[in-house]
């Protein structure tokens, strides 16, 4: 099971990171819209974290839709 949050980036676009269950959302939810840096597959990418997915098993289709490869 992975949580995957939306990073707001400086020119727009959102990014996926994916976080392992034991960063539960509730731990998280204070970043929301604070200016909190994200990180995508573990880069830091100096994005803002702006929304917070409920957990999911699989993250293929996510990342597939949000076309990252």
Do not use: S
Request: hydrophobic share 40%; aromatic share 8%; charged share 15%.
């Amino acid at each position: 099971m992975a949580y995957a949050l939306a990073v707001k980036m400086p020119h727009g676009r959102c990014e996926v990171n994916i976080l392992g269950d034991d960063r539960p959302v509730q731990a998280l939810a204070h970043l929301l819209g604070t200016g909190a840096q994200g990180a995508c597959y573990g880069t830091p990418i100096g994005g803002t974290i702006v929304e917070l997915a409920i957990p999911y098993p699989d993250i293929e289709p996510f990342v597939v839709k949000y076309g990252h490869q």
